[in-house]
Each structure stands twice: as structure tokens, then as C-alpha cells.
T-cell receptor, first 112, second 109 residues
Framework: DGGITQSPKYLFRKEGQNVTLSCEQN?????MYWYRQDPGQGLRLIYY???????QKGDIAEGYSVSREKKESFPLTVTSAQKNPTAFYLC???????????FGPGTRLLVL | GQNIDQPTEMTATEGAIVQINCTYQ??????LFWYQQHAGEAPTFLSY??LDGLEEKGRFSSFLSRSKGYSYLLLKELQMKDSASYLC??????????WGAGTKLIIKP
């Protein structure tokens, strides 16, 4: 069954802690993306990767880091430098029609 | 700068028709997308327009006018399950998606 999975569904972060959000896809798509969504706002791009071992900063990359060691996986780390991490985090890949993005179920990050 | 405008919230009655507008100003244009997002869930793809005109898909239709920088999503025979946010997004000249803030649609019985 093809798709995009994200885990966990909910994640709690303590002050000064780094946390990692998982994103896995078995659609054989090259491009993967991380977005942040805050209430009443549009999606904001954090990082994206067009190919394995390569990734680019989006509009709000500060306080975040990513890796792309495998085509199927694109984990996002929210570092302690991100002072306002509470948000809904969405992972996406690109398919057809032209550049259509398909999303995983999302991870909601909350700060304790 | 790049900008996409949509109404923040709209209310409609079950069984009626509603039109959600989207205007955009972007550096280049390679297509416009509409997504539906239910509360607490991820967006799901509804439609893609790259040429002017109307694309119909069941109860949902999407219209594009590139010269006016304008699109709308038309929902017919509204059902309670259509209560959701509707996101407009434009693919710019660098093939980056620019997202609107979304329109929250409330359906009343």
C-alpha cells in the first residue's frame, strides 16, 4: 500500500531538547518537503530535498535540520534553537499532475 | 513579494452552492492547486489548473484566469462533510509552491 507515513502523531518537547520527526514514503518519489502550519496561516516551507544526499533551505529553516540518506526517508530535527516550535508539521512528496504535493498525516509538536 | 489572497472564512447552507475565490501575485506561474484540509488532518489534493477555464470534477469545479491572477473553487450540493479549510497554492517560475492562508468553510444544516 503506497503512501507517506509520519511519526509520531503527537510529540512533546522539553526546554533545550532536540526532537526528531520521522517521514517515510514508499511512492518512489524523488522530492520530499517539510512544512510547518500554524493556526490560521498557510503552509510555510522549512526544508526540501530533490534527491538523495542533497537538501535546500526553505523560508523558515532556522532552528531546524534535516538529512536525506535514503530516498524513502527525510527526517526533520527541531533543535533547541527553535524558540517557538509548537505547530503542525507536514511532510510531502511530489507526484502527478505537475508538481502536485501529497502529504503525510502530520505530527503535532507541543512544548512542555 | 509573492502573495495569495483568500477569504478567511465563509458560511454556507447544506445543499447550496458556494464559490471560494483566490487571487494571486507571483513571480511567474506554472499552475494553481486547490487542497481540502479537515481540522487536524493533512491537506488532500482537489484540483490543478494551468490553462484558463473551468475544470469540473464531480461536485467540485475550479476556474482559472491567468490574465486576472484569479481562481475560484465552486462547490455544489454542499454536504456537512464539506466543512473544512480550502487552500489555494500557486507554482511559481522556480516551481516552488506559494500557499494561501486558506478559507475555512462552515456548512450549516
Amino acid at each position: 500500500d503506497g503512501g507517506i507515513t509520519q511519526s509520531p502523531k503527537y510529540l512533546f518537547r522539553k526546554e533545550g531538547q532536540n526532537v526528531t520527526l520521522s517521514c517515510e514514503q514508499n511512492l518512489n518519489h524523488d522530492a520530499m518537503y517539510w512544512y510547518r502550519q500554524d493556526p490560521g496561516q498557510g503552509l510555510r516551507l522549512i526544508y526540501y530535498s530533490q534527491i538523495v544526499n542533497d537538501f535546500q533551505k526553505g523560508d523558515i529553516a532556522e532552528g531546524y535540520s534535516v538529512s536525506r540518506e535514503k530516498k524513502e526517508s527525510f527526517p526533520l530535527t527541531v533543535t533547541s534553537a527553535q524558540k517557538n516550535p509548537t505547530a503542525f508539521y507536514l511532510c510531502a512528496t511530489t507526484g502527478q499532475p505537475q508538481e502536485t504535493q501529497y502529504f503525510g498525516p502530520g505530527t503535532r509538536l507541543l512544548v512542555l | 513579494g509573492q502573495n495569495i489572497d483568500q477569504p478567511t472564512e465563509m458560511t454556507a447552507t447544506e445543499g447550496a452552492i458556494v464559490q471560494i475565490n483566490c487571487t494571486y501575485q507571483t513571480s511567474g506561474f506554472n499552475g494553481l492547486f486547490w487542497y481540502q484540509q479537515h481540522a487536524g488532518e493533512a491537506p488532500t489534493f482537489l484540483s490543478y489548473n494551468v490553462l484558463d477555464g473551468l475544470e469540473e470534477k464531480g461536485r467540485f469545479s475550479s476556474f482559472l484566469s491567468r490574465s486576472k491572477g484569479y481562481s475560484y473553487l465552486l462547490l455544489k450540493e454542499l454536504q456537512m462533510k464539506d466543512s473544512a479549510s480550502y487552500l489555494c497554492a500557486v507554482l511559481d517560475s522556480n516551481y516552488q509552491l506559494i500557499w494561501g492562508a486558506g478559507t475555512k468553510l462552515i456548512i450549516k444544516p
